[in-house]
């Protein structure tokens, strides 16, 4: 059994705030879910599956679905950090196809700029052994890097120009945090925050949220928005587990995005557009290559010259401006790739960055700690 | 020179007990599996490589050389380096390059362990130093 045309992305939303002093966090969540509905065509009283993470306020899926008025038949709080609502999307897709749920709600919400968000998980088998380090996402990603550079012969050069690529986009958001193009110079004089990163090589910290909407292939049919179909989907899993034969240039990704184009029956060569989860500039090579887009050691060489930019590029991505330069709602990039991506298929990205008759679109995140233990979760999704 | 971190007490459990009794006498322990003959680390008492219950506590050396490193440059204690030291018996262990010029640091250098003091009447935490060799 396939995922493949088994569930569409009917709804998608992307809140416009960046910085909410005065709302709540559910208050963010209904926004987000309020906006996500509208766009589909449908309503609160449809839904009958609901998805959420730890971002969600209060006990698991259930504080979230009585403070929305919910009434499902299904829920889901798989939680595997940033990435976790492209999984959604698969997970929610899985239930539709086992006739669990039709009309499925995902929400995503925080305000990390706003108020003091704890993010330590106590407990975890490794904290004694690993919270005295003070890892921190960019040294753990920043020891990516230098791995990489070891290996490869990656530059700095080369992962700034994710950020140029990004930068090029989110001049045409009018929502993004930093809508100011940027050059590969001044991406290497910006301040050293854990090497080889620079500021600038790490993506805006943002309060907001969003929302998706998943149906049933005959309920989609009844709506009047375009078809976005999930064409295949994939996710795994990597950590050190015991310490033999570490590999820090390769993510989950490696197996999450072969599961994907297996299932959807592409290949990378087909993509039109790629919503690429960039926590920082790194992040985003080495998914490039695990996801095939080029060879391993080879993602330098690819995403440089502004190969990543839409119009000029070979492979447009992240064309909303991405993590790096647009939003990065409660430190999880996740639900705003698979956005982006909804965008493009429908044709309603800005006219600058509409990558033409973009019919074929993948959306990959990574979720947690890539230098340490990190999920991976990857779509295929398909205009139809 | 990198300034002196304040190190949290790590939680010793029933698991892990006498790996943080050895770190007080300034010795590393690591975990051997009777079954698959590979090690591991951090310890656990089941072998993450192949499931067996039969591990035990061996003595390692407490030598290495770094896998990877990055170093901090802002916040609290910065800036400091956090890197994986993969140990002469297999393991890479998270940890930090302390005693040493931050900036000195790369990979397949040579280092050691050496047990920085976390808070009083708590055991001490495994960092490692340049060894030189
Ligand atoms: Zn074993």
Redesign the interface.
């Known amino acids: 059994m396939s995922l493949r045309n088994r569930a569409y992305i009917a709804g998608a939303f992307e809140h416009p705030t960046r910085l909410a002093p005065d709302k709540s966090t559910p208050q963010l969540h209904a926004e987000c879910a309020a906006g996500a509905l509208a766009d589909a065509g449908l309503s609160l009283e449809d839904v009958d599956g609901y998805f959420c993470a730890t971002d969600a306020p209060g006990f698991g899926p259930i504080s979230m679905i009585d403070y929305l008025g919910l009434k499902v038949r299904h829920t889901d709080s798989t939680e595997m950090g940033g990435c976790t609502y492209i999984q959604h999307v698969a997970h929610a897709a899985e239930a539709i196809a086992l006739g669990k749920c039709k009309v499925a709600l995902i929400t995503l919400a925080g305000r990390p700029r706003s108020e003091n968000v704890m993010r330590f998980r106590p407990g975890a ?12 996402n ?3 990603y ?6 990489h550079m ?1 290996e490869h012969g990656t530059t700095s050069e080369q992962l700034a120009w994710i950020k140029v690529a990004a930068s090029h986009h989110a001049q045409h958001n009018e929502h993004a945090m930093l809508p100011k193009v940027v050059t590969v110079e001044e991406v290497l004089e910006s ?7 620079h500021r600038l090589d790490c993506c805006v910290t943002t309060d907001g949220g969003g929302a998706l909407v998943v149906v049933a292939p005959e309920i989609a049919r009844s709506l009047k928005r375009p078809l976005v179909a999930l064409r295949g989907a994939g996710e795994a899993t990597k950590g ?5 034969g ?1 590999d ?1 240039t390769t993510s989950a990704a490696a197996r999450s995005g072969p599961a994907a184009f297996a299932e959807a029956g592409v290949t990378p060569a087909d993509i039109k557009y790629a919503s690429i989860y960039d926590s920082f500039t790194i992040t985003v090579l080495i998914q490039l290559e695990d996801l095939g887009f080029c060879a391993k050691g080879e993602g330098g060489k690819f995403v440089a010259d502004g190969n990543l930019i839409s119009g000029t590029g070979k492979l447009p991505f992240n064309t909303d401006g991405g993590g790096l330069c647009s939003n990065h709602p409660m430190f999880r990039g996740g639900i705003t790739k698979v956005i982006e991506a909804v965008r493009q298929l429908r044709g309603e990205a800005h006219p600058a960055v509409q990558v033409p008759d973009c019919d074929l679109a993948v959306a990959t995140g990574i979720g947690g700690s890539l ?2 233990r990190h999920g991976a979760a990857t779509v295929i999704l398909e205009r139809q | 020179m990198m300034s002196e971190r304040r190190y949290p007490a790590p939680e010793p459990n029933a698991e892990t007990r006498v790996f943080w009794d050895a770190a007080a006498k300034g010795v590393l322990k690591i975990k051997n599996c009777r079954a698959c003959f590979r090690a591991h680390y951090y310890p656990r008492a089941i072998c993450p490589h192949c499931g067996s219950d039969t591990t035990e506590w061996v003595t390692s050396e407490g030598a290495g050389e770094i896998y990877s490193v990055s170093v901090m440059r802002r916040g609290e204690g910065a800036p400091f380096a956090v890197a994986y030291v993969t140990l002469d018996e297999g393991p890479a262990v998270l940890t930090n390059i302390v005693d040493c010029d931050p900036d000195s640091l790369a990979i397949g250098q040579r280092v050691r362990i050496a047990f920085k003091p976390s808070e009083e009447g708590a055991p001490p935490v495994p960092t490692f130093t340049p060894s030189g060799d």
């Open positions: 088998p490794e904290s004694a052994f690993e919270q005295f380090v003070g890892l921190t960019h040294t753990s920043g020891m990516c890097a230098v791995r070891h301040p050293m925050i854990a090497d080889p990163l050190p587990s015991g310490g033999l570490l820090l230098g340490a």
